[in-house]
């Protein structure tokens, strides 16, 4: 039964290579640490004199764009809130900070 000539191995796929756009890293917030990012992350909000209604928005808004797009996009965000007058400099130079932590290249 050797093979049927087609160029496959043994009932297995073609190598699929794959164009090096697509395997770049990025620095990324570090799940394995989820859990201390969000323990940290509540102890900075909790001092910020951020309107309390706006609180939880921020917090999952900054780890979902950490999580699932980059610690850029995420640190944007902040700077977006700044100049919105919803965060001090000092607190959003601190979530950057803590971003800088937490961040893995994935």
């Known amino acids: ?3 049927s000539g087609r160029g496959r191995s043994q009932g ?3 190598s699929r290579r794959y164009p ?7 620095p990324m917030l570090n799940l394995g640490r989820l859990d201390y990012f969000k323990w940290d992350l509540n102890e900075i909000m909790d001092r910020s004199g951020m309107d309390p209604e706006k609180i939880n928005s921020f917090k999952a808004n900054l780890e979902a764009r950490a999580r699932q797009r980059s610690i850029r996009e995420a640190k944007d965000y902040i700077h977006e809130v700044e100049a919105r007058g919803d965060l001090s400099r000092d607190i959003g130079d601190r979530l950057c900070r803590l971003l800088d932590r937490y961040t893995r290249v994935r």
């Open 20 to 26: 090096s756009s697509m395997n770049k890293t990025k």
């Open 12 to 14: 297995r796929g073609p």
């Open 1 to 3: 039964m050797a093979g």
